[in-house]
Protein backbone atom coordinates (compact mmCIF):
# COMPACT_ATOMS: atom_id res chain seq x y z
CA UNK A 1 0.00 0.00 0.00
CA UNK A 2 1.21 3.36 -1.14
CA UNK A 3 2.06 6.07 1.62
CA UNK A 4 -0.54 8.61 0.76
CA UNK A 5 -2.83 7.71 -1.83
CA UNK A 6 -5.78 10.32 -3.03
CA UNK A 7 -8.33 9.61 -6.00
CA UNK A 8 -6.66 10.83 -9.15
CA UNK A 9 -10.05 11.53 -10.77
CA UNK A 10 -10.50 13.79 -12.72
CA UNK A 11 -13.35 15.19 -11.16
CA UNK A 12 -15.73 17.25 -13.59
CA UNK A 13 -17.96 19.30 -11.77
CA UNK A 14 -20.07 22.79 -12.67
CA UNK A 15 -19.28 26.28 -11.44
CA UNK A 16 -20.67 26.81 -8.53
CA UNK A 17 -20.71 23.17 -7.03
CA UNK A 18 -19.11 22.04 -3.99
CA UNK A 19 -16.30 19.27 -4.53
CA UNK A 20 -14.70 17.40 -1.82
CA UNK A 21 -11.43 15.42 -1.75
CA UNK A 22 -9.79 12.47 0.67
CA UNK A 23 -6.52 11.72 0.89
CA UNK A 24 -5.48 8.61 2.73
CA UNK A 25 -1.96 7.95 4.57
CA UNK A 26 -0.63 4.47 5.95
CA UNK A 27 1.48 5.88 8.63
CA UNK A 28 -0.20 6.93 11.75
CA UNK A 29 2.57 8.53 13.37
CA UNK A 30 2.30 11.26 10.49
CA UNK A 31 2.40 15.06 12.40
CA UNK A 32 2.03 17.85 10.05
CA UNK A 33 -0.31 17.76 6.70
CA UNK A 34 -1.28 20.67 4.18
CA UNK A 35 -2.62 20.95 0.45
CA UNK A 36 -1.00 22.01 -2.32
CA UNK A 37 -2.63 22.62 -5.81
CA UNK A 38 -0.53 22.49 -8.94
CA UNK A 39 -1.40 23.61 -12.10
CA UNK A 40 -1.02 22.01 -15.69
CA UNK A 41 2.76 22.72 -16.16
CA UNK A 42 3.62 24.56 -12.57
CA UNK A 43 5.19 24.46 -9.72
CA UNK A 44 2.79 23.40 -6.79
CA UNK A 45 1.44 25.95 -4.19
CA UNK A 46 0.40 25.83 -0.83
CA UNK A 47 -3.24 25.82 -0.37
CA UNK A 48 -3.51 25.79 3.26
CA UNK A 49 -2.14 23.95 6.20
CA UNK A 50 -4.31 21.03 8.05
CA UNK A 51 -4.93 21.49 11.92
CA UNK A 52 -6.53 18.80 14.27
CA UNK A 53 -9.38 20.97 14.83
CA UNK A 54 -10.02 21.78 11.26
CA UNK A 55 -9.81 24.78 9.39
CA UNK A 56 -11.09 27.05 7.03
CA UNK A 57 -10.27 29.10 4.17
CA UNK A 58 -13.12 31.40 2.41
CA UNK A 59 -14.42 28.62 0.18
CA UNK A 60 -11.60 25.90 1.17
CA UNK A 61 -12.54 23.57 4.26
CA UNK A 62 -9.30 20.90 5.27
CA UNK A 63 -10.61 18.57 7.81
CA UNK A 64 -8.23 15.77 9.86
CA UNK A 65 -9.19 12.29 10.99
CA UNK A 66 -6.51 10.50 11.98
CA UNK A 67 -8.40 7.74 13.77
CA UNK A 68 -9.13 7.13 9.93
CA UNK A 69 -6.05 8.43 8.87
CA UNK A 70 -7.14 11.30 6.33
CA UNK A 71 -7.45 14.06 5.49
CA UNK A 72 -9.99 15.86 3.43
CA UNK A 73 -10.34 19.38 1.29
CA UNK A 74 -14.10 20.82 0.65
CA UNK A 75 -14.26 23.33 -2.36
CA UNK A 76 -17.75 25.77 -2.19
CA UNK A 77 -18.87 27.48 -4.92
CA UNK A 78 -16.21 26.10 -7.24
CA UNK A 79 -14.71 28.68 -9.64
CA UNK A 80 -12.97 28.10 -13.13
CA UNK A 81 -9.97 29.32 -12.04
CA UNK A 82 -10.14 26.21 -8.97
CA UNK A 83 -9.36 23.70 -12.21
CA UNK A 84 -6.41 22.44 -11.22
CA UNK A 85 -4.66 18.95 -9.50
CA UNK A 86 -4.59 18.82 -5.83
CA UNK A 87 -1.57 17.36 -3.77
CA UNK A 88 -2.23 16.38 -0.18
CA UNK A 89 1.31 16.46 1.50
CA UNK A 90 1.87 14.15 4.53
CA UNK A 91 4.99 14.34 7.27
CA UNK A 92 5.47 11.11 8.58
CA UNK A 93 7.32 12.23 12.27
CA UNK A 94 11.31 12.39 11.61
CA UNK A 95 10.56 12.23 7.70
CA UNK A 96 10.59 14.62 4.89
CA UNK A 97 7.13 15.52 2.89
CA UNK A 98 5.29 12.80 1.23
CA UNK A 99 3.28 13.73 -1.47
CA UNK A 100 0.31 11.86 -2.77
CA UNK A 101 -0.23 11.49 -6.64
CA UNK A 102 -2.89 14.32 -6.62
CA UNK A 103 -6.59 14.64 -7.53
CA UNK A 104 -7.45 16.38 -11.00
CA UNK A 105 -10.54 19.06 -10.43
CA UNK A 106 -12.19 20.44 -13.36
CA UNK A 107 -14.78 23.23 -13.06
CA UNK A 108 -16.91 23.80 -15.76
CA UNK A 109 -18.69 26.67 -17.16
CA UNK B 1 10.23 39.41 -2.25
CA UNK B 2 11.88 36.86 -4.71
CA UNK B 3 10.87 33.26 -4.62
CA UNK B 4 11.97 29.84 -5.32
CA UNK B 5 14.34 30.36 -8.64
CA UNK B 6 15.59 27.68 -10.74
CA UNK B 7 17.70 27.09 -13.98
CA UNK B 8 17.83 25.75 -16.41
CA UNK B 9 13.93 25.64 -17.03
CA UNK B 10 14.19 22.86 -19.78
CA UNK B 11 17.06 20.62 -20.51
CA UNK B 12 17.53 18.10 -23.15
CA UNK B 13 20.40 15.94 -22.64
CA UNK B 14 21.42 12.97 -25.24
CA UNK B 15 21.78 9.65 -23.16
CA UNK B 16 25.09 9.39 -21.03
CA UNK B 17 25.90 13.34 -20.54
CA UNK B 18 26.04 14.76 -17.42
CA UNK B 19 23.55 17.52 -16.01
CA UNK B 20 23.74 19.83 -13.62
CA UNK B 21 20.36 21.57 -12.29
CA UNK B 22 20.62 24.68 -9.91
CA UNK B 23 18.37 26.45 -7.75
CA UNK B 24 18.08 29.83 -5.76
CA UNK B 25 16.09 29.25 -2.71
CA UNK B 26 14.43 32.44 -0.55
CA UNK B 27 16.44 34.62 1.12
CA UNK B 28 16.82 33.23 4.52
CA UNK B 29 14.99 30.28 4.04
CA UNK B 30 17.26 27.59 5.82
CA UNK B 31 16.35 24.62 4.55
CA UNK B 32 16.45 23.26 0.81
CA UNK B 33 14.81 20.11 -0.87
CA UNK B 34 14.84 18.36 -4.34
CA UNK B 35 12.46 16.72 -5.83
CA UNK B 36 11.45 14.57 -9.08
CA UNK B 37 8.20 14.80 -10.78
CA UNK B 38 7.16 12.60 -13.24
CA UNK B 39 4.03 12.69 -15.44
CA UNK B 40 1.04 12.85 -13.42
CA UNK B 41 2.66 11.93 -10.51
CA UNK B 42 3.18 13.91 -7.26
CA UNK B 43 6.80 14.87 -6.67
CA UNK B 44 9.06 12.39 -4.89
CA UNK B 45 11.49 13.60 -2.32
CA UNK B 46 15.15 13.15 -3.62
CA UNK B 47 17.30 14.93 -0.80
CA UNK B 48 17.44 17.65 1.94
CA UNK B 49 20.07 20.25 3.03
CA UNK B 50 19.59 22.21 6.46
CA UNK B 51 21.76 25.41 5.75
CA UNK B 52 25.34 23.34 4.05
CA UNK B 53 24.49 19.92 5.57
CA UNK B 54 22.86 17.06 3.77
CA UNK B 55 20.87 15.70 6.45
CA UNK B 56 19.16 13.20 4.08
CA UNK B 57 18.95 11.84 1.01
CA UNK B 58 17.66 8.87 0.94
CA UNK B 59 15.15 9.72 -1.61
CA UNK B 60 18.20 9.60 -4.04
CA UNK B 61 17.69 7.22 -7.27
CA UNK B 62 21.09 5.87 -7.75
CA UNK B 63 24.89 7.08 -7.03
CA UNK B 64 24.32 8.87 -10.64
CA UNK B 65 22.74 11.78 -8.63
CA UNK B 66 24.42 13.74 -6.58
CA UNK B 67 23.38 17.20 -4.91
CA UNK B 68 25.53 20.26 -2.97
CA UNK B 69 24.55 23.16 -0.97
CA UNK B 70 28.69 24.20 -0.24
CA UNK B 71 27.73 27.66 1.36
CA UNK B 72 24.12 26.93 2.43
CA UNK B 73 22.31 29.06 -0.01
CA UNK B 74 22.52 27.97 -3.95
CA UNK B 75 22.05 24.31 -4.54
CA UNK B 76 23.15 22.27 -7.46
CA UNK B 77 22.04 18.85 -8.10
CA UNK B 78 23.99 16.63 -10.36
CA UNK B 79 23.29 13.72 -12.42
CA UNK B 80 26.04 12.19 -14.00
CA UNK B 81 25.26 9.66 -17.28
CA UNK B 82 21.95 10.24 -17.27
CA UNK B 83 19.24 7.77 -18.37
CA UNK B 84 15.77 8.03 -20.29
CA UNK B 85 14.07 7.32 -16.63
CA UNK B 86 16.04 10.14 -15.51
CA UNK B 87 13.69 12.55 -17.27
CA UNK B 88 11.12 14.47 -15.59
CA UNK B 89 10.66 17.50 -13.98
CA UNK B 90 13.10 18.00 -10.94
CA UNK B 91 11.57 20.61 -8.38
CA UNK B 92 13.36 22.77 -5.73
CA UNK B 93 11.58 24.04 -2.88
CA UNK B 94 13.02 25.79 0.53
CA UNK B 95 11.98 26.40 3.60
CA UNK B 96 12.62 28.87 6.88
CA UNK B 97 12.32 25.95 9.11
CA UNK B 98 12.44 22.07 8.69
CA UNK B 99 10.38 19.56 7.88
CA UNK B 100 6.92 20.30 9.51
CA UNK B 101 7.31 23.81 7.90
CA UNK B 102 5.49 25.07 4.71
CA UNK B 103 7.71 24.90 1.70
CA UNK B 104 7.46 27.15 -0.95
CA UNK B 105 8.58 25.35 -4.56
CA UNK B 106 10.37 26.89 -7.62
CA UNK B 107 9.25 26.49 -11.25
CA UNK B 108 11.20 23.37 -12.15
CA UNK B 109 13.58 22.04 -14.21
CA UNK B 110 11.77 19.64 -17.04
CA UNK B 111 14.52 17.47 -18.21
CA UNK B 112 14.17 15.18 -21.12
CA UNK B 113 17.04 12.33 -21.94
CA UNK B 114 17.08 11.64 -25.54
Known amino acids: RKEVEQDPGPFNVPEGATVAFNCTYSNSASQSFFWYRQDCRKEPKLLMS???SGNEDGRFTAQLNRASQYISLLIRDSKLSDSATYLC??????????FGPGTRLSVLP | GAGVSQSPRYKVAKRGQDVALRCDPI?????LFWYQQALGQGPEFLTY????????KSGLPSDRFFAERPEGSVSTLKIQRTQQEDSAVYLCASSFGGAPYEQYFGPGTRLTVT
Open chain 1, 50 to 52: VYS
Open chain 2, 49 to 56: FQNEAQLD
Open chain 2, 27 to 31: SGHVS
Open chain 1, 89 to 98: VVIPYGQNFV
